[in-house]
């Protein structure tokens, strides 16, 4: 009873409220007649049945309407034709079966019938052979299984050195292999470098995507794309860390860029000391162009002159580092000498005349007074076409270079030459001769850097040497022709090979009494992040010497 009277109630209250409530669709003449039936105060809002005709009660039956409406003859006859089991009733007892069936195959039959007793399978006393074949695949790109490239030609095998003995190939690279890349880790001798070389203001930025093979060549492609914030992009190839060699002969086959006659590039095919990385400031500090074993003023920062000779902070790997300081081996004065065997310019044949030129020439600190070696031990071979070149170098570096006239036919793949240099390394008794195609250019002997003045000998590097193939845009190098330079511009190489002498191969970065590769491994911050301009950058100290800071070996 208390319930009925709250249950009505509740609706009269309901009923009462919905009286004020104006519905959208119920606006207009009240008077109308269905205006009178929508403001009736029994009138739904829910479908317009009255509202007394909803049930107030659960056990109260609601009258059946049209979607409800029994029949029973109707059903009568629709019940008729139902079975207990039709079609779509077996189906679905058959998959039911097969399902229950499976499940007892594989969790009770199976177990049971591979029971053996073990714990687990027997020791094997040989490992189970689980290839799948016997062919087996290489993991890198254009994996090789020995340092001469299968292409190479018998032909060159073998070459003389300039004594008349024969050298024997010992690495050679052909690049006949279409399409490869030279990303990080891609390939076993080579990486193309991804930054800008900012030591010598270049224009554009060193990408791996401008270094490939086609046609039986490496293709260094310079282009007027922006990238990185800078308007050109072009490639660097390095076999830094990777293939170095020490003594003997590199011999590289190029087409150079664009044309004689126009300047503005800066085509490259050189090698540094492998405790340098090319691109990386903070690992050559100190260390380039240091070819010295000595401890005297050559060792200081600026050589200890005020007169601007040097601006260079002093070779930081000398042979009189204090013990227990940071040094590959310390007694023997370390470095990162550079040796070119071209650097593509510019210059006047005669008054209407332009011509290609080859600059080949060795880098190295400290350096003699006014930057002037002993021309005495400098033998030009062809004075028609090789002079000495009036450069000799500058606050950070000396230069010994001499310019070779070439062909403007040797360029834009027209022609392919060669270029390249043999060397001894040593003090007196080393020596090294650059060459263009089969033509000696000339020669430098150990006694050209000898002792001069306050500082001793300079050495023929007796690093381990990295091999650097780039194609470069800088007005540091030589003034720029905008107008006569169209791009892409292509640097071809058609082949890199090494020879040295039989017994005398030394084709690794760690050769004996120079290691570099776990002194590179140690100091990883500078070797691997090009930001670090400097060696304290990188979080490094210079190691203390025992002529600067009094300490003892």
């Not at 070389?197 to 224009?203: E, I, K, R, S, V």
């Not at 690992?283 to 600026?302: F, H, R």
């Not at 190295?364 to 031990?377: E, S």
């Not at 002997?445 to 470069?472: F, K, T, V």
Request: charged letters at 20%; one cysteine or more; hydrophobic letters at 30%.
């Amino acid at each position: 009873m208390g319930s009925s009277s709250r249950a009505t109630s509740h609706y009269a209250s309901s009923r009462a409220s919905s009286s004020s409530y104006i519905y959208p669709h119920a606006l207009g003449d009240p008077t109308s007649a269905q205006g009178a039936v929508q403001n009736d105060p029994d009138f739904s809002p829910f479908g317009g049945y009255p509202v007394s005709s909803f049930p107030l009660h659960i056990d109260e039956k609601e009258a059946d309407d049209y979607m409800h409406n029994p029949d029973p003859i109707l059903d009568a006859k629709e019940n008729a034709k139902w079975t207990w089991l039709d079609a779509r009733g077996f189906t679905s007892l058959v998959a039911l079966s097969t399902m229950v069936l499976g499940a007892i195959a594989v969790f009770i039959i199976l177990p049971v019938l591979t029971f053996t007793g073990h714990a687990g399978v027997p020791h094997q006393s040989k490992p189970i052979d689980d290839s799948l074949t016997s062919y087996k695949y290489g993991i890198l790109k254009g994996i090789r299984t020995s340092l001469v490239d299968p292409d190479t030609p018998a032909s060159a095998m073998t070459r003389k050195n300039k004594d008349g003995q024969t050298m024997n190939l010992v690495f050679s690279d052909e690049f006949n292999k279409e399409g490869r890349t030279f990303y990080e880790q891609e390939d076993q001798f080579w990486q193309a470098i991804d930054l800008n070389y900012a030591a010598t203001n270049d224009l554009e930025w060193y990408d791996p995507d401008a270094v490939t093979t086609a046609n039986g060549t490496l293709v260094l492609r310079l282009d007027a794309f922006k990238n990185h914030n800078l308007d050109y992009r072009s490639g660097m190839l390095q076999s830094w860390n990777k293939l170095c060699f020490k003594g003997g002969a590199l011999e590289v086959s190029a087409s150079l860029p664009g044309r004689g006659d126009k300047p503005g590039l800066w085509p490259g095919i050189w090698t540094m000391g492998n405790l340098g990385r090319p691109g990386y400031l903070a690992t050559t500090e100190g260390v380039w162009p240091y070819a010295y074993n000595e401890c005297d003023v050559g060792i200081t920062p600026n050589q200890s002159s005020t007169d601007g000779i040097s601006f260079l902070p002093g070779q930081k790997l000398s042979s009189c580092t204090c013990n227990g300081e940071d040094h590959p081996n310390p007694g023997t004065g370390r470095g990162a000498p550079e040796i070119d065997a071209l650097e593509g310019a510019n210059g006047d044949l005669n008054a209407t005349y332009k011509v290609g030129l080859a600059s080949q020439s060795l880098q190295v600190a400290p350096y003699d007074i006014w930057y002037m070696p002993n021309y005495d031990f400098i033998a030009i071979h062809n004075v028609t076409t090789t002079a000495m070149n009036t450069y000799r170098g500058g606050p950070f570096q000396q230069a010994v270079s001499g310019i070779t006239t070439l062909n403007n036919e040797w360029y834009d793949r027209t022609y392919f030459q060669k270029y390249g240099f043999e060397y001894e390394p040593g003090t007196e008794s080393g020596y090294i001769e650059w060459e263009v195609g089969d033509e000696r250019t000339y020669t430098l002997y150990g006694q050209a850097i000898g002792e001069n003045g306050n500082i001793g000998a300079r050495q023929i590097s007796e690093e381990p040497m990295s091999i650097i193939l780039n194609l470069g845009l800088s007005n540091s190098w030589t003034y720029i022709d905008w107008p006569t330079i169209e791009f892409p511009r292509m640097m071809y190489i058609d082949y890199v090979r090494i020879y040295q002498l039989e017994g005398s191969e030394i084709l690794t970065c760690d050769p004996e009494g120079y290691p570099t590769t776990e002194y590179i491994s140690n100091h990883s911050a500078a070797y691997s992040n090009y930001n670090y301009t400097s060696w304290s950058a990188a979080g490094y100290d210079f190691p203390k010497n025992t002529l600067m800071h009094g300490c003892s070996m």
